[in-house]
């Protein structure tokens, strides 16, 4: 069973950074694609980035430019370093992993983005 455990999450002040992790229990080349999305109180989950097997990037055009998605194939961790943090990121951050039309979550790290 692939486990997916996020944590970084927590409370920053607007302006600020926050670096978000998600430790894979199996190594990240076996999956086709890994993802971040997000969920805010009453408001369906987005997605905000991906990362192919490949290495290849995309990301939602509301955190383009303020959010990086990255890997470390070593330790079966992908990030997503989020900088200029703005109240309305406030939400719980979720890692995504595609293997073979099959997906698997994390269970969330809550970001609250407040002064």
């Known amino acids: 069973q692939v486990q997916l455990v996020e944590s970084g999450g927590g409370l920053v002040q607007p302006g600020g950074s926050l670096r978000l992790s998600c430790v894979a229990s199996e190594s990240i080349f076996s999956f086709n694609t890994m993802a971040w999305y997000r969920q805010a109180p009453g408001k369906q989950r987005e997605l905000l980035a991906t990362i192919s097997s490949g290495a290849g990037t995309s990301y939602v055009d509301s955190v383009k430019g303020r959010f990086t998605i990255s890997r470390d194939s070593a330790k079966n961790i992908v990030y997503l370093q989020g900088n200029s943090l703005k109240p309305e990121d406030t939400a719980v951050y979720y890692c995504?992993?595609?293997?073979?039309?099959?997906?698997?979550w994390g269970q969330g790290t809550q970001v609250t983005v407040s002064s």
């Open positions: 995504k992993a595609v293997r073979s039309q099959r997906s698997y």
